[in-house]
């Protein structure tokens, strides 16, 4: 039987060291059994203007995507309370083709801890109850570490989201989360 081959997903594109971080991230999905398919790979040819090669890269990354039989996204938070939303869509359009979906974040806190945390605690409840941040907006509080999609995407295909807790300054980079989440799918994908 041929290994399955998994897109990984996350923001580690944009860190200086990417290219160290994505070969490491490929070397451990391969000594799990499992083939990686990383966007930091992808070949992209010159493009006129930014506009064109933003559309080249959205383009080649769902060519990817549709190569892969299943997804790890990178969940972690960046740059705000929430995940990466290019890794969010890249999740979206596995699920929407019902490929197995894995998940993690380097960061304990759910998504209702944060968002409170961004609004440094100041939250009220509105006539039912439900808690709403001083924008009035409700406060999403499902147990879950991002949007309820983005969890729910993962766990109503049979995946599971991994949570971990890197150290300060390591939530884009420490592996731990990743190693665990790579033998929870090497097994499901076996």
């Known amino acids: 039987m041929m290994p399955k081959s998994v897109y990984l997903a996350g923001p580690e594109v944009f860190l200086d060291n990417a290219r160290e971080i994505l070969d490491l991230k ?3 999905t391969r000594e799990a059994g499992l083939v990686p398919i990383s966007p930091g790979d992808l070949s992209i040819p010159h493009m006129p203007t930014k506009f064109e090669l933003g559309l080249e890269i959205s383009k080649i990354d769902e060519l990817l995507m549709n190569r892969a039989d299943a997804i790890i996204a990178n969940l972690t938070p960046f740059r705000g309370i929430a995940a990466d939303t290019g890794t ?3 999740l ?13 974040t380097n960061v304990q806190a759910d998504h209702a801890t944060r968002t409170l945390a ?4 100041e939250m009220w409840r509105d006539a039912r109850g439900l808690p709403r941040g001083p924008d009035g907006m409700l406060i999403e509080d499902t147990d879950m570490i991002d949007n309820l999609m983005m969890h729910g995407g ?25 190693r ?7 097994a499901m994908l076996a």
């Open 180 to 186: 665990e989440i790579l033998k929870i799918a090497a």
């Open 154 to 178: 993962v766990v109503n295909r049979g995946g599971s989201v991994v949570v971990g807790n890197a150290p300060a300054g390591a939530e884009l980079t420490d592996m731990t989360a990743f």
């Open 26 to 28: 490929i070397a451990l």
């Open 92 to 104: 979206g359009f596995m699920c929407a083709q019902n490929k197995p979906a894995f998940a993690y």
């Open 88 to 90: 969010c869509f890249e």
């Open 118 to 121: 961004y609004f440094n605690g």
